[in-house]
């Protein structure tokens, strides 16, 4: 057998619940500290900022959540995503290896972001929020915000990282056709923007600033709150979707994964594919090998500190526990914009620290050629932060060819790079480089960790 292999599910076996891996871990989940006092914050001092449904699942440690019948109603629109057992890639690498990938790029804004977003619109509809605010690095999630928020009839402002806005002009015109706003961070209508704008006239903006202006806007006003599209307990929670299908489909397929890989900007895509099978390994069943990986640009795994740190640039949000590069880190402008965040999900960086997950870092051209093969083989054209999952699975399957070993690697080819085909084209035009960042810079900003937590 020579051809590519789908593993389909019906409609009626998207999950009916979310699993939430703080109810495995052997300790429990480090929370967010309020960073003027160091403690704990409670549920009512997050409101201003997110839906009361939300705060509970951050919090959450019980197992399963149930997952509302009108966000299932819209998951069946791409849901359950196909499972992809990659023959041809795997012919053309000439591996013992087994080679299989979830795909999240049949949602209607070409990446796992719309498992959130809908869920998250909501359940800010369901509270009578009629605003959401949010930032947005590639413009995945202010795309994926801006179709939930037309789906439940909510107004949506996003601000875009300015490097990606200029780069990716067709993302901003997909948000607008979808009834958004978007605006290019640092911009000039925030007091976090302007006081950027102020020292640096030319910032080429990063997740940390965007942020800064969301959280802004949704602390001005009561009928407005705030969305993110990745890095918390919730959002991870709703992204599980991905790997409880998997798990399903592999039953299928008659087989295990060895390895599971995926890329990590905030850790969503990886905590969706990766939670439901670690949790099987905690509970006392499969063990897995892990990996996450991220660009040798904003390495906040492999180079980061695990510590206590602000979310955002202008430090409004809580302090959370991550491995983090200093939130005034901005990271050179490199193509998968998704992936350019000074920090990580909580939860990834606990599991990091525990050793149930390694983590590699990859340089983007060799990320854009290996993304090449596998559209070739493949024929779908991964978005450039999943060709950081595909290189590094196409490494998996060669080392299989050395040892001689027949593993089964999944990865999540978490979206595709329709959006993304200017990249394609400065990798093609020998135009991409392999920009270093500032070793200073970075020294400086881990220099600057807050000090009460840590
Ligand atoms: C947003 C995005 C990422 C990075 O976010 P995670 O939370 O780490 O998943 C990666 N890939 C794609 C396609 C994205 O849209």
């Known amino acids: 057998m020579s051809d590519s292999v789908k593993y389909v599910l019906d409609e009626n076996e998207i999950p009916k619940q979310w699993y939430n891996i703080a109810a495995d871990l052997p300790e429990p989940p480090t929370p967010p500290l309020h960073p003027g006092t160091g403690q704990p914050l409670s549920s009512a001092e997050l409101e201003p900022l997110f839906s009361r449904a939300v705060i509970e699942q951050e919090m959450s440690t019980e197992r399963y959540i149930d997952i509302p019948q009108p966000v299932r109603d819209i998951y069946r629109q791409w849901r359950p995503s196909p499972l992809y057992r990659a023959r041809r890639l795997e012919r053309a690498l000439d591996t013992p290896a087994r080679i299989y990938y979830k795909y999240e790029g049949v949602s209607p804004a070409g990446s796992h972001k719309p498992n959130t977003a809908i869920a998250q619109a909501f359940y800010a509809r369901e509270e009578g929020t009629k605003r959401l605010t949010t930032e947005t690095g590639a413009g995945q999630w202010g795309s994926s915000l801006a179709l939930a928020g037309s789906m439940f009839g909510l107004d949506v402002e996003v601000f875009m990282v300015r490097v990606s806005f200029d780069q990716k002009p067709y993302r901003r015109a997909f948000m607008e056709s979808f009834g958004a706003k978007c605006i290019a961070s640092p911009s000039a209508e925030t007091a976090a923007g302007r006081s950027i704008l102020a020292d640096t006239p030319d910032s080429r903006g990063s997740l940390g600033i965007a942020i800064s202006e969301a959280v802004e806007r949704a602390l001005e006003r009561s009928d407005t709150k705030y969305v993110l599209g990745s890095v918390l307990n919730h959002v991870l929670l709703h992204q599980t979707v991905v790997g409880l299908e998997a798990i399903r489909q592999f039953e299928l397929a008659d ?200």
Request: charged share 15%; proline share 6%.
């Open 255 to 454: 087989d295990y994964p060895d390895t599971i890989i995926a890329c990590t900007g905030g850790g969503s895509n990886f905590g969706g594919i990766v939670f439901p099978f670690l949790g099987r390994q905690l509970r006392g069943g499969e063990a897995v090998d892990i990996l996450a990986v991220e660009p040798a640009n904003c390495p906040t795994l492999t180079r980061g500190k695990y510590a206590y740190d602000f979310g955002d640039t202008a430090h409004l949000t809580p302090l959370v526990k991550m491995h983090t590069l200093g939130s005034n880190f901005v990271p050179p402008g490199f193509h998968a914009g998704g992936l350019r965040y000074h920090g990580m999900a909580p939860l990834v960086s606990q599991c990091v620290d525990l050793g149930y997950v390694q983590a590699r870092a990859y340089h983007q051209k060799e990320c854009f050629e290996a993304g090449l093969e596998f559209a070739r083989a493949e024929g779908i054209l991964p978005a450039p932060e999943a060709n950081h999952a595909v290189i590094a699975a196409m490494d998996a399957a060669q080392e299989c060819k050395k040892t001689g070993e027949s593993r089964a690697i999944l990865f999540n080819l978490c979206g595709h790079g329709h959006f993304d085909m200017p990249a394609y084209m400065d990798y093609s035009a020998g135009k991409l480089h392999d920009q270093a960042y500032n070793e200073g810079d970075m020294a400086m900003a881990l220099a600057g960790l807050p000090s009460v937590a840590n």
